[in-house]
C-alpha cells in the first residue's frame, strides 16, 4: 500500500531524516518506534505532504505522493491524527467531526460508523471539544480523521499523557479498527503498547532506521529490550 524510499528530509540545513525506507502492506498495523527527537513526527508530516523531502520517493497505492499537496493526500485516502491532536476546542464535536469530512462525500454514513466505533462522542455531540476529558479528546482526534475515510491512518503518539485506562482503549481501537480493514501506521514511544498490537515495527534513532522486524521480534530484540523496554 505505501512505500516509503529513501526519503531525505531537512530543517534548513539541518537532515533530520537519512534515507529511511519503510513499506506498509495492505491492512496492517506498522509501528515506528524511537527516543524524542528521532524524527518519528517528521516521517508523519512528510507522509501528508506537510514536508517534502529534500529526495526519495513515497508511493501510496501505486502513486507517488510525494510533491502532492496535503488535501490531495488526504483524498487519496491518508489521514493524521497529530500528536496533542489539534483539535477545535471552541467548537463542538460534531462540528469538529465535520472539519474531518470536507473530503467526504458520505457524510452521513461515515457519522454512523464513527459514532458506533466512539457512542460517548454521539452522546456528547453538542459540547464544546475543549471541555472534554484529555482521553475523550484523543478518542474526538482519530474520529476527526477517520472522518474523511482513510485507507491509511497515521496515529502520531496517541496514547501521550492518557491514564493506564485510557491508553488500554486507544489501543483497543486500534485493533478493532485492524479487523475493519484500516491499515494503521502508529508512532509512538509507548513500546510495549505499540508492539503488541502491531505486525511490524521500525525503530528510528537520529534520523534512521536502525532495525525493523515483526514485532513479536522486536520485543524480544536485546537493543529493544535495554534501550527502550528498560529490562
Ligand atoms: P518526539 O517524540 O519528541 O515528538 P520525534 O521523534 O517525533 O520526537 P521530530 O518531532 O520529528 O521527532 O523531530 C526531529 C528533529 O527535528 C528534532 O531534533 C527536532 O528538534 C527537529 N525539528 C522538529 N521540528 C522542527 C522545526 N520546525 N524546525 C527545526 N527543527 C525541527
Do not use: C
Not at 491492512?27 to 508523519?44: L, R, Y
Not at 514511544?189 to 525503530?203: F, K, M, P, T, W
Amino acid at each position: 500500500m505505501l512505500k516509503f524510499e529513501n526519503i531525505n528530509v531537512s530543517y534548513g540545513s539541518v537532515q533530520i531524516l537519512w534515507d529511511v525506507n519503510f513499506e506498509i502492506d495492505d491492512g496492517e498495523i506498522i509501528t515506528i518506534i524511537g527516543p524524542n527527537g528521532a524524527g518519528k513526527t517528521t516521517i508523519a508530516k512528510t507522509l501528508m505532504g506537510l514536508l517534502k523531502p529534500t529526495s526519495g520517493i513515497i508511493e501510496f497505492d501505486g502513486k507517488q505522493i510525494h510533491q502532492a499537496p496535503t488535501h490531495q493526500i488526504v483524498k487519496d485516502g491518508i489521514a493524521l491524527v497529530p500528536e496533542g491532536r489539534d483539535l477545535f476546542p471552541r467548537m463542538t464535536i460534531m462540528e469538529n467531526l465535520q472539519m474531518g469530512a470536507y473530503t467526504s462525500s458520505e457524510k452521513e454514513d461515515t457519522l454512523k460508523w464513527v459514532f458506533d466505533l466512539f457512542p460517548r462522542l454521539e452522546e456528547r455531540q453538542n459540547q464544546s471539544a475543549g471541555t472534554m476529558s484529555g482521553g475523550e479528546q484523543q478518542m474526538l482526534a482519530i474520529a476527526r480523521g477517520l472522518m474523511s475515510r482513510p485507507k491509511l491512518l497515521i496515529l502520531d503518539e496517541p496514547s501521550l499523557g492518557l491514564s493506564p485506562i485510557l491508553v488500554n482503549k486507544v489501543f483497543e481501537i486500534v485493533k478493532t479498527l485492524k479487523s475493519q480493514g484500516v491499515t494503521v501506521l502508529l508512532v509512538e514511544q509507548n513500546i510495549h503498547h505499540a508492539l503488541e498490537v502491531s505486525n511490524r515495527g521500525y525503530v528510528l534513532e537520529t534520523g534512521r532506521i536502525t532495525l525493523e522486524g515483526a514485532s513479536s521480534e522486536l520485543l524480544d530484540n536485546k537493543h529493544v529490550k535495554e534501550a527502550y523496554l528498560g529490562m
